[in-house]
């Protein structure tokens, strides 16, 4: 097989199997309902919501109609005490089958991919039968055509759940989910309940879902979505029941509030106070709840000052809505206003409230009190820090331990923060406090990192997780990080420009050191290609994170070695191989001129070359395709394998293992889920890519569809579903070296030794057009993203652009001469044709054939691995905005430009060495 396309159409409990399940499904420990969170949840006040608890225990028992139940209700009106108690209850009943309380607060429990996960490992942590299954489910083959949620869900759920229905019996199990709305990305939430919505009723278990109103959360609820569901709509609740409710709560508070500040008066609070804050309270809780701790702040002493407290919120008018504010949310925007204001005394501890507000809300995970002392440079003993935070105490928790992280209580506070109409003069905008952040971070940087952090006496010894987290502490991890996410997000950069060219000047190796010690070079090389991507960003800060970016992931001298890889291994060499040999006009060659010990006389070019990265592998490199989303690039080649590599890092991911010949052709499903390989042991093989277990085995040379090109002259579409030929496209006269599918699966493109490129429609076999103009064999064809134009790669050394309905050839590029610098122009022509023709390839194959010339010079002779066994990830094309993703060139079998040599060529090489370095 030289080329193929996919196109998609749309057991008693065991230990160890537990161990594998955790590490297997990385289930989130701090999403289950009781555990211990640094904002800690829990029940309902003993009488309150009785009559819903009674109604949600009603449900789970006995109806069997509505396998869903929805609760509804706006922030802050008690979802998760609620919630907490149903759990309470179904497991004193033996029905709790699992529980998933997401919070923003706490970093795992927000990601959508941590749900099913942790859902299927509870139920399995239940029932030993749903165990056995999901054991099963786990090792048998993905059924073709899922997108990655509806894969995830059968696997994990659907499957397990069903194949264990009979060990469940006639009680369901109940799933508990509070929060969802908090998650990250409530695209992705859609889609779960999406998939619950459509299979619960063939299930053996029932869901409970608490969450607030949102646009995406509430379409799944609606419509046609609604008839195997109930909806309780929290803050709908009858106005008597849910102040009797606060009422009961408050009292409670109250009396835990008199014995902890030893106030004698039974009669404290009256009545009519009371009166007064339920109706402050209105429908929200957390209302309530915030008005307790602000009253119990244990700055305040004496019993005077604790009922003056109350008396303050009380007198505080509230009673004039702000004009846009949503009404329900009127008392406690005041409330909070009274908490801030209650917080602030003079400028200096005005400054640190201001700054301590910025961190705890804007930070991208929770800071302790140590980390947060240290970013703000304050003294962690300082009176100062310490009565800013107990000041906060009604909306913050903040542990006793410094070194434990502080959370919000609830979400409403930093949604208040955001929102200028609520906040008003306590407003903190999302990207000033981002600008305050990444000029903490960028500080912080600057004071604490050094060469060496770790003080190692050897570079190439292990350091041990102990010594680098005595070395690199929380602030300087956190800094190090995330100061890149907080400048992207900054209001003013031109404030943080100086210090922004400071830091690639004198501390961005170390910075480098310093990540590749915390495993996390790879976040290194994402983050500066958003900083170079960045069009809003100063020109001259995205070449200094582009040519610190090829520092970290890319070695001119690519035989000798790996840049990313020996960086990440030995984290002192970014000071000395990856120095070493830049090109001379690096600008971080002209920043640290004093770092590279050695003067190299010859083998250095002057620029970068026009390629991102350098891929090694074995044997020769017959095929590569690149993901859609431009993360993932596959390979086949003559050693019987296939690979998925890291675009950014250039690591290997996967290695598919299974054909018995050399792997001709690879391609990626449209969701980067599966890939599909052609080889020459006649076979076509679906591979499953999170697994990198086989799916699928076609032999014989679904909406889903493979088209495969074979030297047999022929072009073959195949059923991925049944393994079925469903045609067979002959006219071609020679071998068959590409083919790939139309955007809309419409039609197959397919070129030929023939020299010649013919369209066909899938749905009749027959040939539609017969492109005729290369002088060479025909390596590479590609559809555009509108169907409306192919383009083809020849041996003739010319790429050409054909119009699909008049057969017509709209462009020729050609002189592809040997060099890189022609090379990158002829790639920057494309991209501009492109560009103006509003077409987008995802791959294009520059292939040239063996026997072309290729002097040899310094840029060329050095990087003599032979091509064969490595292919290039190309940056050229990413110019154009219309392709956002790194390109690749293919240096193929049989196809490379001048740095596949001959053997005769190497007597030349060996002349070149003596006379221009020896």
């Not at 819903?52 to 706006?74: Q, R, S, V, Y």
């Not at 969802?180 to 939430?189: H, V």
């Not at 026009?610 to 074995?618: F, G, L, M, P, R």
């Not at 060139?889 to 001959?902: M, T």
């Amino acid at each position: 097989m030289y080329c193929i396309h996919l196109s998609f159409d749309g057991v008693a409990q065991d230990g160890n199997f537990q161990n594998q399940l955790t590490g297997c499904l990385a289930p989130s420990e701090k999403a289950e309902y009781n555990a211990m969170t640094s904002a800690p949840r829990g029940p309902c006040t003993k009488g309150t919501r009785q009559e819903i608890l009674e109604k949600l225990m009603a449900w789970a028992e006995g109806d069997t109609d509505h396998p869903i139940f929805w609760m509804n209700g706006m922030a802050g009106t008690g979802k998760t005490t609620i919630a907490y108690s149903f759990c309470l209850q179904l497991l004193e009943k033996q029905m709790l089958g699992a529980s998933f309380f997401s919070s923003r607060s706490e970093g795992e429990t927000a990601d959508p991919g941590h749900v099913l996960p942790t859902i299927a490992y509870q139920l399995a942590r239940h029932s030993p039968e749903f165990s056995a299954a999901l054991r099963k489910s786990l090792k048998a083959e993905e059924d073709s055509g899922c997108t990655p949620s509806e894969s995830q869900f059968r696997k994990l759920i659907l499957s397990p759940a069903r194949t264990s229905r009979s060990a469940f019996g006639q009680k369901h199990l109940v799933v508990v989910c509070d929060g969802l709305d908090e998650c990250r990305d409530l695209s992705q939430i859609s889609k779960i309940l999406s998939l619950l919505i459509q299979h619960a009723v063939d299930l053996p278990i029932k869901f409970y879902i608490s969450s607030r109103p949102e646009a995406d959360i509430t379409a799944r609820f609606t419509g046609a979505n609604s008839k195997h569901h109930k909806k309780f709509l929290l803050h709908n609740v009858e106005e008597h029941f849910l102040r009797r409710d606060l009422g009961l709560f408050l009292h409670y508070r109250f009396a835990e509030i008199r014995s902890e500040k030893s106030i004698s008066e039974e009669g404290w609070p009256s009545e009519d106070q009371l009166n007064q804050l339920l109706d402050l309270s209105g429908q929200l809780f957390i209302y309530a709840a915030t008005a307790c701790l602000f009253i119990a702040d244990p700055r305040i002493q004496s019993p005077g000052s604790t009922q003056k407290a109350l008396r303050d919120i009380l007198s505080y008018s509230a009673s004039n809505p702000t004009p846009g504010n949503e009404a329900s949310y009127r008392e406690l925007d005041a409330l909070y206003r009274i908490v801030l204001s209650s917080a602030l005394h003079n400028d200096e501890e005005n400054e640190v409230l201001k700054n301590v507000l910025h961190l705890i809300t804007t930070a991208q995970t929770p800071l302790s009190q140590t980390a947060i002392a240290e970013l703000l440079q304050i003294n962690i003993s300082s009176i100062l820090l310490e009565r800013t935070l107990s000041s906060l105490q009604s909306v913050i928790s903040v542990p006793a331990n410094h070194s434990q992280p502080i959370q919000i209580f609830h979400a409403s506070f930093p949604d208040f923060l955001s929102d200028p109409i609520r906040s008003k003069e306590y407003h903190h905008a999302p990207k000033e406090s981002h600008s305050i952040l990444a000029n903490k971070c960028l500080e912080y940087l600057k004071g604490h990192l050094v060469e060496n952090i770790c003080g190692l006496q050897d570079k190439n010894v292990h350091v041990s997780q102990a010594t680098i987290a005595g070395n690199i502490s929380e602030a300087l991890q956190y800094a190090c990080m995330y100061w890149i996410t907080h400048y992207l997000e900054a209001s003013d950069k031109d404030t943080l420009h100086e210090l922004m060219n400071k830091f690639f000047k004198k501390w961005v190796l170390q910075w480098t050191e310093c990540m590749s010690l915390l495993g996390r070079l790879d976040i290194v090389v994402k983050m500066l290609r958003n900083l170079e991507r960045a069009q809003f960003v100063d020109a001259k800060i995205r070449q200094l994170a582009g040519d610190t970016r090829r520092v970290t992931s890319l070695a001119p001298v690519r035989e000798y070695m790996d840049c990313f890889n020996t960086i990440r291994d030995h984290p002192l060499e970014i000071y000395y191989s990856a120095l070493f040999w830049l090109p001379k006009k690096s600008i971080i060659r002209e920043f640290y001129p004093q770092e590279i010990p050695w003067k190299l006389l010859g083998g250095v070019g002057n620029v970068w070359e026009c390629y991102d990265h350098v891929i090694q592998a074995k044997g020769s490199i017959y095929c590569i395709a690149l993901s859609a989303d431009g993360q993932q690039v596959v390979s086949g080649s003559s050693d019987s394998t296939i690979r998925i590599w890291n675009v950014e890092t250039g690591e290997e991911e996967k290695k598919l293992e299974g054909h018995s010949h050399w792997v001709r052709s690879v391609a990626f499903s449209a969701d980067g889920q599966r890939v599909v390989s052609g080889s020459s042991d006649k076979t076509i093989r679906i591979w499953n890519v999170e697994t990198g277990e086989e799916e699928k085995k076609l032999e014989g040379h679904s909406d889903w569809r493979v088209v495969s090109g074979s030297d047999d002259k022929t072009i073959r579409i195949w059923n991925a579903e049944t393994g079925e030929e469903e045609k067979k496209l002959e006219g071609h006269s020679d071998l068959v070296r590409s083919v790939a599918f139309s955007a809309d699966g419409q039609r197959v493109v397919s070129g030929s030794d023939d020299k010649t490129i013919r369209i066909w429609n899938v749905e009749t076999g027959e040939e539609e057009k017969k492109l005729e103009g290369h002088s060479d064999w025909v390596r590479s064809v590609a559809f555009s993203a509108d169907g409306q134009r192919v383009v083809s790669g020849s041996s003739d050394k010319t790429i050409r652009i054909w119009n699909v309905g008049t057969g017509e050839e709209e462009k020729k590029l050609d002189q592809h001469s040997q060099s890189a610098a022609n090379e990158q122009k002829i790639a920057t022509d494309v991209s501009h044709y492109l560009h103006d023709h509003q077409c987008l390839f995802m791959c294009l194959c520059l292939c040239l054939p063996l026997n072309a010339p290729s002097p040899p010079s310094a840029h060329s002779l050095l990087p003599s691995t032979p091509p064969h066994s490595h292919f290039q990830v190309n940056n050229s094309l990413t110019r154009s905005p219309l392709i956002p993703h790194p390109h690749l060139i293919e240096h193929g079998h049989g196809a490379s430009r001048c740095l596949k040599w001959k053997k005769e060529k190497a007597k030349e090489m060996e002349n070149w060495i003596i006379d221009n370095i020896v």
